[in-house]
């Protein structure tokens, strides 16, 4: 079985986990404060302002702008309504449920935007790991991803089993998340612990905290760390702040007591993820290329619809014969390309192309190979084997915005496109774009202001086609450099 240490790297504006397996990053997480946002934050509202004609309410809950409440976000018994409230049944106006100055529990469930103010609920849903608590509710709903009837059924009879009556503590409905399918009971007893222990502190805090309060904010990502990243095979939990591991132990200690003693403190005088190579395992997983040991490389295409990933023997000649070669090249990159997925978190559907193979047991071990390295993955995936074109399609559930997408973002020179127009072809483009104006306009001289490699093109290899234009249109045509301009940038000044 694989070991595994968790890093994890905090700074006031964001904060780093890094996951890593026998001696190598297998899974990068990342959150930055500014970019957190408050849903899932549940608040003591108070009601300022109750608009009948909307049929919504202004609450406040301590932010710049007043939270806006919608009356189909009620849930029957947070207001003054008590009766009714079956599905089929109409709601009761807003101004029979809520009046102003009244105190209510609120939760977001849309951040503000623009001028709006955050959007809120009464119904108030705390997810777990694997799990979702509703505390107003007594039902236990089941993912609709969890396709199999029989699975449902009897994943809803253990949770009935576990949760118990009403009448016995047991108070509260539950939904199973689909990382909840192969859980054990002591797993998704762990979860329901917490959730009702979240929701009592909630409901305490409700009771002696002034309207606009805060009673619960969504868990961070250290919080995170250790109530979903770490697992038995955790060795050790180690954080570079002593304020943030003296707050993950207080936390820790209430609500998940055995990862504490995993827990420590990185005092080394070097950063914790230069120490460990993380900063380079980041920049490599932002590159489009990954090189093999063997001399081979994988391509990585992210697109919108899909990811492609390509294998290459690049210089790998190392075996007696082709087939060899190509057959331990795809071994490689089937372990390359499982790792990559989870640091680079690429999700959604991926097509793989291997290096063709001539031989059906070839392609058969390189297939048990990848499916083997996946299944160290804890989001869901699932492979299909090689189509008549030689691709192997698999999909990877998306969980959360890729490392690309969330550090980088398209390339203000391409435009997205990762290339560029050649400098002659600009050359021809501000040819053309001339000859266009002289047509429309009649300045004394025209001045082309471009790139530097666009302008010493023009003086050089295209000067003979620049003097002939001059002469054709009449106007003499002057040139200007401009260090701040991309490639495919260019002005044309009427002087």
Known sequence: MASQDILINWAPQETRVAIIENGAVQELHIERTLERGLVGNVYLGKVVRVLPGMQSAFIDIGLERAAFLHVADLHPHSGGWTNGGGRGDPLPPIERQVFEGQALTVQVIKDAIG??????????????????????????????????????????????????????????????RTNAEEATDAELADDIAYLRKTWGLIRERSHS???????????????????????????????DSKMQHDALRAFGDIYMPGTVAKLEHYKGERPIFDLFGIEEEIERALARRVDLKSGGYVIFDQTEALTTVDVNTG??????????TIFKTNLEAAGAIARQLRLRNLGGIIIVDFIDMAREEHQQAVLAEFRKQLARDRTRTTVSGFTQLGL?????????????????????????????????????????????????????????????????????EESVHLAGLSEFIGKPISLSAEPTMNPEQYDIVLM
């Open 115 to 176: 001028t709006k103010g955050a959007r809120l609920s009464t119904q108030i849903s705390i997810a777990g790991r694997m799990l979702v608590y509703l505390p107003q509710d007594n039902h236990i709903g089941i993912s609709q991803k969890i396709g199999s009837p029989d699975l449902r059924e009897q994943l809803r009879s253990r949770m009935q089993a576990l949760v118990g009556k009403p009448e016995d503590g047991g108070g509260g409905g539950f939904i199973l």
């Open 209 to 239: 905290r002034p309207a606009g309060s805060l009673l619960h904010q969504d868990l961070s990502l250290a919080e995170r760390v250790l109530r979903d990243l770490s697992t038995e095979l955790t060795q050790a939990i180690r954080i």
């Open 315 to 324: 210089g790998f000649v190392g075996a007696r014969n082709f087939d060899d």
């Open 392 to 460: 192997v399609e698999m999909t990877r559930k998306r969980t959360r915005e890729s490392l690309a997408h969330m550090l980088c973002e398209p390339c203000p020179t391409c435009a997205g496109r990762g290339q560029v127009k050649t400098a002659r072809s600009v050359c021809y483009d501000i040819l053309r774009e001339i000859l266009r104006e002289a047509r429309q306009f009649d300045p004394k001289e025209f001045r082309v202001v471009a790139s530097a490699a666009v302008v010493e093109m023009l003086l050089d």
